[in-house]
């Protein structure tokens, strides 16, 4: 077993076994969440803080269960965004936090980098909830657990990866997760919503679904941001379901055995049939959500050990002085 | 003294001739150069030894921001012209977009004077194009140019409205007044922190596409053809704005360009993990960008290197990057930052001075820049291959926000003279009387 990052802010510095220790034990945590019984002590006495800079109901809500289901001690601060600038509030708040010996900081905020900004001004470790546009670990880790329950495994698999690819953290860590695991991945959305200089990732990028979709065994649907439908980047909600919404119609250009994933929360008629988000044969949406705890305390409790492990080395140090 | 002082045993070099040679530099009394090669030495003289060392016209810094009035906390004329004299750089040309902007004769006058008595090394101004810096009424650009602007400029901020801009670059023209803009369009790049590409994707960060830059850069040629108004790019950091230049160049347009030294020595890449002192106006380009930007400079094509310093304090740079203050120090920076442009093959010491000092100082009419009788004894003396680490906090600003920091150097300035007048470095020792060429 192989972990050893100090913080969980991406899935770009992450090794591919250190993918797999992760996912090996959020199985084992799946099981976990499925008895009546769901506790395990592996936070034990610890202090769990999620920040969150933007909103949010079903991650803090994952995350704190997830930091509960393992004896953590778990605090949620609402982190107002209005009174002073955001970025002042972030450094001054790390300081406070920090005096405060948390182990875990769980972190969302809407600035891509300023949860690494602020992991260099604590002494705990720091996960990583979404910044800005840049990612999404726990996410990517979650989606890529529901695959591999679902498909087997996790690599030579054809995931194609639809919609506002531009403005999401969500794609990126997939994105990257897949790469790393030896995956084919897709990218389907109207070019307005596609990154510049993308396809230097090692991906194939397609704008229309029935040749992007064509034999995938993976489709990843993604939210479209309401502000961005007002025209600025799509015409309009109904020409964008009409040529990128996923429906049975669509879906039967993939692999017959395709599952169909969201990271939530929908826009049913949107980006996504509601008929087809519902088909028990064909999603997986809400074995995601269940996914999304089990990896979540996989990777505290990853890092509570390296924790540990960092903060007994300098006990003994300091006591050999 | 009365023979005046010989700078002897240098290695000169000469931009103008486009030559380096060993040999000395006499200068009068009144802070000129009298003769410079192997002329001999007159009676009475004070030779000073060079030790072999180079000696070049000293840096006109085109471009650089200083916190007065307005930001004192970041840079004072004092600190920014102490940073200029360890940096070789002997004449600073100030940017207007101070606050207040300097878009009024009664604010020159008054920079004019704190300058005077509080720096080194030499300080001219700029001043705004439009009150304000708003992009709505020229300044009056005519009592500027009395009280001493040496070009126009509202700097980063491009003027939108084109009649506006295309009225004051007429305005200007009848003055022959310089006017530099910046190559940008504003629509494209509002709200952008990165070059729009695989790294800008990576890292998720607002970007911009680098045509912008010659969409702008295309705009301004067109506004200069129609008006035939003096005009000035600062930066020109994308290899597609080039043909663009080269045509305006050909076609007879009064234009010349500049470019940063941050935008030849680094690139997009440099940012890695959020690093807010690389965040720069424009954000750094992809590594083909800036070799096509060296190569233009090696041609003549781009004709000004600056540092187009922006001091930043801690407080502005320790933020998300996209809510980071833009801009980085680069007066003390600037000449090692070159060097290892010499050092990588790319420019010979005579092509980076004549980007340093001589066409800046032609460009704004300054007769500094070069090393030939009748010129100023503006001068610095460095040795190109000096090895050093770089610490921050060991510069003369105020704002320590450099990309260079901890970063391994080549290049440190020996003596800095600003007419004639040693201000900067331990004193030179007296060498033979006997000067031999």
């Known amino acids: 077993m192989t972990f050893r990052a100090r913080h969980l802010l991406g899935i770009e510095p992450l090794a591919p076994e250190e993918i797999r220790t992760v996912l090996d034990l959020a199985d084992r945590y799946v099981e976990l969440n499925r008895r009546t019984v769901k506790h395990a002590d592996a936070l034990e006495g610890m202090t769990q803080i999620n920040m969150f800079f933007e909103a949010s109901t079903r991650t803090q809500a994952s995350f704190e269960l997830a930091g509960k289901r393992l004896g953590a001690d778990v605090m949620n601060m609402a982190v107002a965004q209005s009174s002073v600038k955001k970025g002042e509030t972030l450094i001054d708040t790390a300081l406070t936090l920090n005096a405060m010996h948390p182990d875990l900081l769980v972190v969302r905020h809407p600035n891509s980098g300023a949860v690494n900004l602020l992991a260099e001004k604590v002494n705990c470790a720091v996960l990583n909830a979404g910044d800005g546009r840049h990612e999404h670990p726990t996410q990517a880790l979650l989606d890529a657990l529901t695959i591999r329950r679902a498909k087997g495994r996790i690599h030579r698999l054809t995931v194609a990866i639809c919609g506002d690819i531009a403005h999401s953290r969500v794609a990126r860590s997939n994105l990257i997760l897949l790469g790393k695991m030896e995956n084919r991945v897709r990218l389907i959305g109207p070019p307005t919503l596609m990154p510049p200089g993308v396809a230097e990732f090692g991906c194939e990028v397609f704008d229309d679904m029935s040749e992007g979709l064509k034999g995938a065994d993976v489709v990843m649907m993604l939210r479209l941001q309401k502000e961005r439908m007002d025209g600025g980047f799509i015409p309009s909600e109904r020409e964008y379901y009409h040529r990128f919404g996923l429906d049975a119609e669509k879906l039967a250009h993939a692999a017959p055995d395709a599952i169909v994933m969201h990271p939530g929360p929908m826009n049913r008629g949107v980006e996504i049939d509601g008929t087809l988000a519902d088909d028990i044969n064909r999603s997986v949406i809400q074995e995601q959500v269940e996914m999304g705890v089990a990896v979540r305390m996989a990777a505290m409790d990853l890092l509570a050990r390296n924790l540990r492990a960092e903060r007994g080395r300098a006990l003994t140090g300091g006591a050999d002085v | ?437």
């Open chain 2, 1 to 437: 003294m009365t023979g005046g002082t010989v700078l002897a045993n240098a290695r000169l070099i000469d931009p103008e001739a486009q030559a380096e040679t060993i040999g000395s530099v006499l200068i009068d009394d009144d802070g000129q150069i009298v003769a410079a090669g192997a002329a001999p030495v007159p009676e009475g003289a004070a030779v000073l030894d060079c030790g072999g060392l180079c000696l070049a016209p000293g840096i006109v810094d085109w471009g650089v921001k200083i916190g007065e009035p307005g930001e004192r906390h970041r840079e004072s004329f004092r600190t920014a012209g102490l940073a200029a004299a360890a940096g070789g750089v002997t004449t600073i040309v100030a940017r207007p977009d101070t606050d207040p902007a300097i878009d009024s004769p009664e604010v020159l006058e008054f920079v004019t004077r704190r300058a005077r008595e509080s720096s080194p090394v030499r300080i001219r101004h700029m001043a705004a194009l439009t009150k304000g810096r708003a992009g709505r009424e020229m300044t009056e650009i005519g009592f500027l140019l009395d009280a001493g602007a040496v070009a126009f400029s509202d700097v980063f901020r491009v003027v939108e409205e084109t009649k506006v801009l295309a009225r004051a670059l007429t305005y200007a023209r009848s003055l022959g007044a310089l006017v530099v803009g910046h190559p940008q369009d504003p629509g494209l790049s509002r709200g952008a922190a990165v070059t729009a590409g695989k790294f800008a994707s990576l890292r998720g960060l607002p970007h911009v596409s680098p045509l912008a830059e010659r969409i702008g850069f295309d705009r301004d040629m067109g506004l200069a053809e129609m008006t035939g108004a003096r005009y000035h790019a600062d930066q020109v950091t994308v290899a597609r704005t080039l043909p663009a230049l080269v045509r305006a160049k050909a076609n007879g347009l009064d234009v010349t360009a500049g470019v940063s030294i941050h935008h030849l020595t680094l690139n997009e890449f440099d940012v890695g993990d959020y690093r807010t002192f690389f965040k720069l106006t424009p954000p750094l380009r992809c590594e083909e960008d800036r070799m096509a930007m060296v190569r233009a400079v090696a041609d003549g094509l781009i004709d000004v290197i600056s540092s187009f310093h922006t001091p930043a304090d801690e407080e502005s740079k320790r933020l998300p990057f996209e809510e980071a203050a833009p801009g980085a120090v680069g007066l003390e920076t600037i000449l090692p930052a070159a060097m290892r442009l010499y050092h990588a093959g790319d420019l010979t010491l005579p092509q980076l001075f004549r980007a340093l000092a001589l066409n800046p100082a032609r460009r704004l009419g300054l007769s500094q820049g070069r090393l030939a009788p009748g010129a100023p004894a503006d001068l610095v003396l460095f040795d190109p291959d000096a090895p050093f680490v770089l610490d921050r906090f060991a510069l003369n600003s105020k704002s320590k926000n450099t990309p260079f920091d901890g970063a391994r150097m080549q290049g440190r300035v020996r003596a800095t003279f600003v007419a004639g007048r040693q201000v900067h470095g331990a004193p030179l020792p007296e060498g033979p009387v006997t000067v031999t060429a």
